[in-house]
């Protein structure tokens, strides 16, 4: 009986140790602390999404995997319904909705609200995610987040992920457009 015991807690110690992520409160956001993250040229994460505006809302996991020259974002609906596969360049957008594909060159936040009825600047959420401000472009620095280009942006919630303090979730608004993001698990490929 006193090994059972012995072995259990060893066991949930070895196991608590080994965890790779924990949870930060937002506090621990500083927008003036976080520079060295525009050097990550590789990362992905996996999360829930939930979306909404004036005439429609949905919410979904999201998988988004970012490279330096090319995003891919992958939305799969309640019960694996309604995938969506989006992939994203400097001047291009590929929207694969499974039973259709579309692709389109030009400026990539008007083509993605065109195909996909989302207004957002999925150019700039690349690093919003990151809890980074668009590079050379005006930002109002706000408890917890900031605004840029019109958009409300605010950390809720902080994660270690080894060495690094990346953000668990995330409300991004303008208007009565709105997005929560929830992410899981970040995977960083420096």
């Known amino acids: 009986m006193k090994f059972k015991l012995a072995f259990l807690i060893i ?8 965890a790779k992520t ?18 990550i040229a590789r990362w992905s994460f996996t999360g829930r999404v ?6 429609e809302s949905f919410s979904s996991s999201i998988s988004w995997k970012h490279q330096q020259s090319q ?11 309604g995938r969506t596969l989006i992939k994203l360049t400097d001047d291009s957008v590929v929207v694969d909705y499974g039973d259709k594909r579309m692709q389109s060159v030009g400026n990539v936040d008007e083509l ?20 980074l401000v668009t590079p050379d472009t005006e930002y109002v620095e706000i408890e917890n987040g900031f ?20 953000p668990r979730k995330i409300r ?14 970040w995977d960083m490929q420096g």
């Open 50 to 55: 939930a979306f909404s505006d004036e005439k």
């Open 71 to 81: 995003d891919e974002l992958e939305f799969v609906g309640p019960f694996g319904q």
């Open 112 to 131: 993605v609200s065109r195909y996909t009825g989302i207004k957002m600047p999925v150019s700039a959420l690349k690093y919003w995610v990151l809890g």
């Open 11 to 18: 066991l949930v110690t070895l196991l608590v140790s080994c």
């Open 147 to 166: 605004m840029q280009l019109g958009w409300t942006i605010k950390y809720q919630q902080m994660q270690a992920v080894e060495v690094l303090d990346l």
């Open 22 to 39: 924990y949870v930060q409160p937002t506090s621990s956001f500083q927008l003036s602390e976080r520079g060295y993250l525009y050097d």
């Open 172 to 185: 991004v608004e303008k208007n009565k457009v709105k997005l929560k993001l929830i992410i899981k698990d």
